[in-house]
């Protein structure tokens, strides 16, 4: 993979295990295989990103299958739309769990080699995610200020993850696909009737992105039933729910279960 540096946006080269620019910038590879490419200087806190609690409580989560069916609708929308991207990005990409899914299930639709690169202002996700994934690429970067070239990726996947429309058109190349997923209208609508008094949906996602042509757009609704305690916990740690809800409320979920919808919106966009 091919990185900018982050300082003055010059080529990075790779020699033995640092990144470095012509105008000495360095950056030292992590022993996981990762690169740090988040300078001190433009950290907006100490330790930007999801802490280690919701990383570690997602990452259980997931590991689970509960939210295989998402993962399994993106990659087969990713092979029907994007069949032959060789270069492939995951903006937010936390753990690595839909990056690992999405570049196994195109590697086993072709026969020409991908190249997948993970990227999240976490650090602590982006550590497990190289140690799990080492045929993967990741970095620790702001989506705000990606360090890749122009045009690089034939294919971009941004799920639940915060980023800049600049960036989008910048990186991905003429043609290529952007795959988003963010909340449907009812997403976690029961956790809202615990928590509000008025509860209300999640407004409509506008299919519409600047530079972009919208191929595609649906919602993936199904039910989430939990019942098992560790797995609650962890679904309530890696959502922002864990800080709304009060000791009790945890305390009766926990002994009550819990089913509520899950009800994703998925985007098809165009590189114009």
Same mark, same amino acid.
């Given at each position: 993979?091919?990185?900018?540096?982050?300082?003055?946006?010059?080529?990075?080269? =790779?020699?033995?295990?640092?990144?470095?620019?012509?105008?000495?910038?360095?950056?030292?590879?992590?022993?996981?295989?990762?690169?740090?490419?988040?300078?001190?200087?433009?950290?907006?806190?100490?330790? !930007?990103?999801?802490?280690?609690?919701?990383?570690?409580?997602?990452?259980?989560?997931?590991?689970?299958?509960?939210?295989?069916?998402?993962?399994?609708?993106?990659? #087969?929308?990713?092979? #029907?739309?994007?069949?032959?991207?060789?270069?492939?990005?995951?903006?937010?990409?936390?753990?690595?769990?839909?990056? /690992?899914?999405?570049?196994?299930?195109?590697?086993?639709?072709? #026969?020409?080699?991908?190249?997948?690169?993970?990227?999240?202002?976490?650090?602590?996700?982006?550590?497990?995610?190289?140690?799990?994934? !080492?045929? =993967?690429?990741?970095?620790?970067? *702001?989506? +705000?200020? &990606?360090?890749? #070239?122009?045009? =690089?990726?034939?294919?971009? &996947?941004?799920? +639940?993850? !915060? *980023?800049?429309?600049?960036?989008? @058109?910048?990186?991905?190349?003429?043609?290529?696909?952007?795959?988003?997923?963010?909340?449907?209208?009812?997403?976690?609508?029961? &956790?809202?009737?615990?928590? +509000?008094?008025?509860?209300?949906?999640?407004?409509? !996602?506008?299919?519409?992105?600047?530079?972009?042509?919208?191929?595609?757009?649906?919602?993936?609704?199904?039910?989430?039933?939990?019942?098992?305690?560790?797995?609650?916990?962890?679904?309530?740690?890696?959502?922002?729910?864990?800080?709304?809800?009060? @000791?009790? @409320?945890?305390? @009766?979920?926990?002994?009550?279960?819990?089913?509520?919808?899950?009800?994703?919106?998925?985007?098809? /966009?165009?590189?114009?």
């Amino acid at each position: 993979m091919q990185y900018i540096c982050p300082l003055c946006r010059t080529v990075l080269t =790779l020699n033995a295990k640092s990144w470095s620019c012509e105008n000495r910038h360095q950056f030292d590879c992590a022993k996981e295989g990762y690169v740090n490419l988040l300078p001190v200087q433009k950290k907006n806190s100490k330790d !930007p990103g999801d802490n280690k609690t919701m990383m570690f409580a997602r990452r259980e989560f997931l590991n689970k299958g509960y939210y295989q069916k998402l993962s399994d609708r993106v990659n #087969e929308l990713a092979i #029907e739309y994007a069949a032959n991207a060789e270069n492939i990005l995951d903006i937010g990409c936390g753990e690595g769990y839909y990056s /690992h899914r999405l570049f196994e299930a195109m590697a086993h639709t072709r #026969e020409v080699d991908c190249v997948l690169q993970g990227l999240d202002i976490s650090k602590s996700a982006i550590k497990y995610a190289a140690k799990r994934y !080492p045929d =993967l690429h990741f970095c620790v970067a *702001s989506a +705000y200020e &990606m360090p890749f #070239e122009d045009g =690089l990726f034939d294919l971009a &996947m941004r799920i +639940y993850a !915060p *980023s800049k429309l600049d960036e989008l @058109q910048r990186v991905i190349k003429k043609g290529g696909i952007l795959i988003t997923v963010s909340p449907g209208p009812m997403h976690h609508f029961a &956790m809202k009737k615990i928590i +509000y008094s008025e509860p209300k949906p999640h407004d409509e !996602p506008k299919a519409e992105l600047e530079g972009f042509t919208c191929l595609h757009n649906e919602r993936l609704c199904y039910q989430l039933d939990l019942s098992d305690t560790v797995d609650i916990e962890h679904f309530l740690n890696m959502t922002p729910y864990a800080w709304k809800l009060t @000791q009790e @409320q945890k305390t @009766q979920i926990a002994d009550q279960g819990l089913r509520c919808e899950l009800d994703f919106s998925i985007e098809i /966009h165009q590189r114009n």
